[in-house]
């Protein structure tokens, strides 16, 4: 079944020393885009968390926000004295430049990055947390693709189930389409009170029989309609195939406009198109 583009995920989970929470949005796009947000003390989990998202997500723009919290009780604030005393020095030292004393307070001091120091957590558990976190915010964000994919299916098939329809239409109708152009070719000529041997009127209706034979392009849509319904059962990204089709069934509708020869066989092309568009737009969303 198709997976959509579309979903939002959030997972928290508790680990010993606080918990880690990923927030997930996914939204359609031609490829896989991911964005990260997160502390500084995970950005060497970075390359990691990408590599992961390629392996399991094919398309979509994804925007991840990873976050932990350290349990209060244990909770522990340093602070790196000598980072702050290499600040001092190179604020008075810029004081001196400017010929201005360095106001310098301790709240100041305590806001530069890198002075204060939570509890001080092993980097390695903090990256295995971001992982296992991370995973499973995609189990859930698959799952949500997943479900809204398969609804997008329902109403792409019903589209389907509606071409099927209207070239059941023209196949129908397309005998009667051919006697009445008969019947008003033969009318025109005696309206005209010219002669026309029967068979320079067989050749006449061959003409208009061939202009107006659209079997060809009523085969083709049955063959895509089915290569679709066939694809909507991969479990595959199927996004891009399903695109390419919706640009021949197009192709198929303006042809068969193109050869019609009465009213019947123009609103049928027309509501064509319009159930294709319909089908388009819903496909943007597939993975």
């Not at 309609?225 to 199927?238: A, T």
Request: aromatic share 4%.
């Amino acid at each position: 079944m198709p997976r959509s583009m579309t979903a939002f995920a959030r997972k928290t989970i508790t680990f010993d020393w606080g918990s880690m929470t990923c927030e997930l949005r996914s939204v359609n796009h031609r490829f896989l885009e991911t964005g990260f947000r997160l502390p500084e003390t995970l950005r060497d989990v970075e390359m990691k968390l990408r590599d992961i998202a390629r392996k399991r997500l094919a398309r979509g723009k994804v925007d991840c926000v990873l976050q932990f919290n350290l349990s209060s009780a244990d909770t522990e604030v340093n602070a790196d004295l000598q980072l702050a005393k290499h600040y001092i020095q190179i604020a008075e030292r810029i004081a001196e430049q400017i010929k201005q004393p360095a106001a310098i307070s301790a709240l100041d001091i305590m806001r530069w990055p890198g002075v204060l120091k939570e509890q001080d957590i092993a980097s390695d558990q903090l990256h295995a947390a971001a992982i296992e976190t991370f995973n499973a915010a995609v189990d859930d964000l698959l799952q949500g693709r997943q479900r809204e994919g398969e609804k997008l299916a329902e109403m792409i098939n019903q589209r389907l189930d509606g071409i099927d329809q209207q070239t059941e239409i023209v196949r129908r109708h397309l005998p009667d389409i051919l006697a009445h152009q008969r019947t008003r070719l033969i009318e025109k000529v005696a309206n005209m009170e010219v002669q026309l041997d029967q068979e320079r009127l067989e050749q006449e209706m061959v003409i208009i029989a061939n202009r107006a034979d659209v079997d060809e392009e009523l085969d083709r849509l049955d063959a895509h309609i089915s290569e679709i319904r066939q694809i909507l059962k991969s479990q595959d990204s199927i996004g891009r195939r399903l695109d390419f089709l919706m640009q021949e069934l197009n192709r198929e509708a303006n042809t068969l406009a193109s050869k019609s020869i009465a009213g019947v066989t123009t609103q049928v092309s027309v509501e064509l198109k319009v159930l294709i568009e319909q089908m388009r737009e819903q496909i943007q969303n597939i993975e």
